[in-house]
C-alpha cells in the first residue's frame, strides 16, 4: 500500500523548533522528490520545500528559508522537516506528499497539483 504518514507537530511558543517526519511506505523515499506544504485555516496549502531525489540541495520558499532543512533517512525510509525560529504565521497543518505518477524525478514543482500522494497532515501550532 502507497502511503505517507506525518508525526512530529505540536504546539511550540515563538522561537522554538519541530522536526516532522514523513515516513513512507509502499515505495523508496530515495526514489522520488518528496514535497513539504502547508495550509493555515482559511487559506490555500501552500509549498514549503522539496527534497530532490539526487543530493541537490533541497528547496525552500521564501517565507521559511534559512528556517528549515529538509533531510532523508533511506534505512527509515522518512523524509525529515525541521523547522527553527517558529513564529505564528507558520501554524498550520504540514503536509508531505509524493508525485509517484511522474516519469520525470528530477523535479521539485512546488504546486499542491503535482503531487498524486498525500499523508494525513499534522498540526504545527505556535503561540505564546
Known amino acids: 500500500q502507497l502511503q505517507l504518514v506525518e508525526s512530529g507537530g505540536g504546539k511550540v511558543q515563538p522561537g522554538e523548533s519541530l522536526r516532522l517526519s514523513c515516513e513512507a511506505s509502499?515505495?523508496?523515499?530515495?526514489?522520488?522528490?518528496i514535497g513539504w506544504f502547508r495550509q493555515a485555516p482559511g487559506k490555500e496549502r501552500e509549498g514549503v520545500g522539496c527534497?530532490?531525489?539526487?543530493?541537490?540541495?533541497?528547496y525552500s520558499e521564501n517565507a521559511v528559508r534559512g528556517r528549515v532543512t529538509i533531510s532523508r533517512d533511506s534505512a527509515k525510509n522518512t523524509v525529515y522537516l525541521q523547522m527553527d525560529n517558529l513564529q505564528p504565521e507558520d501554524t498550520a497543518v504540514y503536509y508531505c506528499?509524493?508525485?509517484?505518477?511522474?516519469?520525470?524525478?528530477?523535479?521539485?514543482?512546488?504546486?499542491?497539483?503535482?503531487?498524486?500522494?498525500w499523508g494525513q497532515g499534522t498540526q504545527i501550532t505556535v503561540s505564546s
Open positions: 527534497l530532490f531525489v539526487s543530493d541537490e540541495s533541497p
Open positions: 506528499a509524493a508525485p509517484l505518477w511522474t516519469i520525470d524525478r528530477s523535479m521539485c514543482v512546488m504546486s499542491p497539483t503535482w503531487y498524486d500522494h
Open positions: 509502499g515505495f523508496s523515499v530515495g526514489e522520488y522528490p
